[in-house]
């Protein structure tokens, strides 16, 4: 009987995540839109580059070497391309999160 139980409760979860996986959002503007974008707010070069679910929204986030020390961060919603935040990072701040980013 218990393991009749905990199949079920198995299945059940797989279709579950199924489900939630299908009904994902996807993103409506392409990686190369999104980067134009975000170059257009703070020109420099691009050193890093990703698709994120930030707080159930899709973005992409985008590293970008100015003039400015450091790096800007540029945060571009992969639905509408719109612009949703902009945050200079010195060094230090750019190290700790790509530390907290590895232990993810």
């Given at each position: 009987?218990?393991?009749?139980?905990?199949?079920?409760?198995?299945?059940?979860?797989?279709?579950?995540?199924?489900?939630?996986?299908?009904?994902?959002?996807?993103?409506?503007?392409?990686?190369?839109?999104?980067?134009?974008?975000?170059?257009k707010?703070?020109?420099?070069?691009?050193?890093?580059?990703?698709?994120?679910?930030?707080?159930?929204?899709?973005?992409?986030?985008?590293d970008?070497?100015?003039?400015?020390?450091?790096?800007?961060?540029?945060?571009?919603?992969?639905?509408?391309?719109?612009?949703v935040?902009?945050?200079?990072?010195?060094?230090?701040?750019?190290?700790?999160?790509?530390?907290?980013?590895?232990?993810?």
């Open positions: 009987m218990y393991r009749k139980i905990t199949t079920a409760f198995a299945f059940a979860a797989i279709l579950t995540g199924s489900a939630f996986a299908a009904t994902a959002a996807k993103p409506k503007i392409t990686m190369a839109q999104a980067r134009a974008t975000a170059l707010k703070a020109p420099g070069k691009v050193t890093s580059e990703e698709l994120e679910n930030e707080k159930g929204k899709l973005i992409y986030s985008f970008i070497a100015t003039s400015k020390s450091g790096v800007t961060e540029v945060n571009v919603d992969a639905i509408n391309g719109k612009i935040a902009v945050q200079h990072e010195n060094a230090a701040k750019e190290a700790a999160e790509k530390k907290a980013e590895a232990k993810h």
